[in-house]
C-alpha cells in the first residue's frame, strides 16, 4: 500500500498546484473569462450546464466504444493474419505504415465526402487510427514467442495452426494489451476530431459551438472530460490486462 501511495501522491501533488497556479494567475492578472477561466470557473459552469454536456459527452462515448471495439478487432485479425501468412505481411505493411503518415485532419473530411455525415465515417476514422498500433503489437507479440518451447512444440509434431493457438497467442497477450492501451488514448481523440469534422452532437461538437461563440469555460470543461474519458477508457484496458494475463509474473519494482 506504501509503495502504491508513493507513486500516486507526486503526480497528484503536481496537479494540485499547477491548478493552484492556474487559478491563481488567472485571479492575479484578472484574466476575463472568454479568453481563460480558471479551474473554479470551468467546474462552475460544467455544472451548470450539465444535463446538456452530459447529452453530449454520452454521445462521444457510444461512438469511441464502438470505434475503438471495432478498431481493436481489426487490429488483432489483421495482425494475426499477417503474422500466418508471411508473403502478405511482405506486400501489405508497408501499405499499413503508409497509411498512419496521412494527417488525421485531412482524412476526415475525405470520408466525409465519400460517406457524407452520419455513423459511418467518424466510426471509420477511429477504426484507421486504432487498429495499427493494436495489429503492430499484436505482429511483435506473435514473433517472440519462447524459441525453446517453438522448438519442442515442432519436434512434438505440432502444426502452424496449434503452436499459434497454444504458444504464440497467449505469448503475444501482453503485447496486444500494451497496444490497447495506446489505442484508447487515440481514440477519445479521435471521436473528438469526428465529431468536430462534421455532427450535430457530441464533445467534438460543443467544442466547436463553444469556440465560436468564445464560451471559454464551456471548452475547457468538455476538454477536462475528454481527458478523463481518454484516462478512463486506458485504465479499465488496464485492469483488464491484471485480470487476463495474471500467469505473468511482475517485474521487479513493477
Known amino acids: 500500500m506504501g509503495s502504491k501511495w508513493a507513486k ?25 473569462k472568454w479568453f481563460l477561466p480558471g479551474p473554479a470557473a470551468v467546474v462552475q459552469e460544467a455544472i451548470s450546464i450539465w444535463p446538456r454536456l452530459w447529452e453530449h459527452t454520452a454521445a462521444t462515448i457510444r461512438l469511441t466504444l464502438l470505434g475503438f471495439s471495432l ?42 465526402m465519400w460517406f457524407g455525415f452520419g455513423l459511418l465515417p467518424k466510426v471509420l476514422l477511429i477504426i484507421l487510427v486504432c487498429f495499427f498500433p493494436i495489429s503492430v503489437a499484436m505482429m511483435i507479440g506473435l514473433a517472440n514467442s519462447d524459441p525453446r518451447l517453438m522448438n519442442y512444440m515442432q519436434m512434438i509434431g505440432a502444426n502452424k495452426w496449434h503452436i ?20 484508447a488514448a487515440y481514440s477519445v ?11 450535430s452532437k457530441g464533445l467534438g461538437y460543443f467544442m466547436q459551438l463553444s469556440s465560436k461563440g468564445f464560451m471559454a469555460p464551456r471548452v475547457f470543461a468538455a476538454v ?9 477508457l486506458f485504465g479499465i484496458i488496464a485492469l483488464a490486462e491484471r485480470w487476463i494475463i495474471r500467469w505473468q509474473p511482475r517485474k521487479e519494482g513493477g
Open 8 to 32: 500516486v501522491w507526486p503526480p497528484l501533488m503536481a496537479m494540485i498546484a499547477f491548478l493552484l497556479v492556474w487559478q491563481g494567475a488567472v485571479f492575479f492578472f484578472r484574466l476575463e
Open 71 to 112: 478498431g481493436a478487432l481489426t487490429g488483432i485479425i489483421v495482425g494475426g493474419l499477417l503474422h500466418l501468412v508471411k508473403r502478405v505481411k511482405l506486400s501489405v505493411y508497408p501499405l499499413l505504415v503508409l497509411s498512419q503518415n496521412i494527417p488525421i485532419i485531412a482524412l476526415g473530411p475525405l470520408l466525409v
Open 164 to 183: 499459434f493457438r497454444r504458444l504464440e497467442l497467449p505469448h503475444a497477450l501482453p503485447y496486444l494489451f500494451s497496444g490497447l492501451k495506446i489505442a
Open 189 to 199: 481523440t479521435s471521436a473528438i476530431v469526428a465529431e468536430w469534422l462534421g455532427s
Open 224 to 232: 477536462l472530460i475528454t481527458i478523463t474519458l481518454s484516462m478512463s
